[in-house]
């Protein structure tokens, strides 16, 4: 299994985590004031400190923490040490040694440079993203969450294993650079595709789908679903007895695609008025008796909730050290290796293990502590 070393922001160290899923060592570097992961709220168990953040509890799971003092000169000198020991170097901020001189002391390195300086939402706005985002007469909308940096953090993990594989294959080590910003620009590529070819510019649907004509998240009585109703033979006779809505019947024109397309409005009002009256449960499972494709839209509550993750392990009630018994997403790659994710460490909890074992003595370790410098 690989050593990994990293001093990363949210997409490296959610990168280093899917490493830590797969069984492989990651080490985190941090000041003696720990990485601003620790500080990002909100916090368990009412406490803001260093210990306490949630996302530091997710995104650095099983990771082992080093805290070094990067501007001395004895932090460079363990970290230099460090790097000779391990393979892969994965970093989001500018280092103090040339990148010559990371080589000429371990050839076989992968250094992973990521470029996610950017916040989230210029971004976006720059990747394109964002202009295929929302409602087409509202302004263009930031997807949710932190997807951003994990799907950026996603690439970076593809793109360090490549180098492995690559450095293991020549013995050779190599540098690799993934930018927060072209991996955004990666989801509008079937956009720029479509412009290329056709000339279409793709615009924003808001909730409705673009490749079927009866498709998007819909409201219902309890929140919203998802239909996609694929045009085949036969379908839409079936589609409009479930609806059992006099006015779609009305019209046997309607039974052709191109002229779905043409009332695509005016079809999918109907299904709205329908669907006010169900729960997204109901509509789900109807659906799914009839062949139609379906979903509920999920919210974090239901996700939380769902015997599915559950059954699955993604999502596992364990025994955490500080918190106790909690409910914890282990990750698609934790849970298919049935692994379960160890709890994220102390700040400083590894600084005796990983520095006896580059060599380092005891009396080392209580003057790098005295001088500032762990």
Sequence with gaps: MARIIELTSLAGAYASRLFVEEGHDVIRLEGRDGNHLRDLAPFLGNKTDAESSAYHHFLNAGKKSLTVNLDSTTGEDIFLRLVASTDV????R?????????FEINPKLVLVRIDDQDPDLCAMARSGLMSLTGH???SPMMLGGHLAALATGIYVAVA????????LQTGKGLTTTVSLRQALETFVEQAMVEYTFSG???ERR????AITAISGALPCKDGHWVISQIHRPGRWAKFVEWLNDPELAADPSLAKEENQIKRRDFILDRVLLWASQYSKNQLVEEAQERHFPASPVSTILDLVHDPQLTGRGFLKEIDHRQFGRIMYPQGAVASMRRKEMKS??????????????IGYSQSD??????????
């Design 89 to 92: 170097l994965m970093t989001s």
């Design 94 to 102: 500018p280092l103090t040694v040339e990148d010559s001189r990371l």
């Design 136 to 138: 087409p007469d509202q």
């Design 160 to 167: 360090t294993a490549a180098a492995l594989r690559t450095a």
């Design 200 to 202: 279409i510019v793709t």
């Design 206 to 209: 808001g909730s409705k789908g």
């Design 344 to 357: 994220a460490p102390k700040l400083g909890e590894h600084n005796g293990e990983i520095l006896t074992e």
């Design 365 to 374: 370790l209580q003057s790098f502590a005295a001088s500032g410098a762990i």
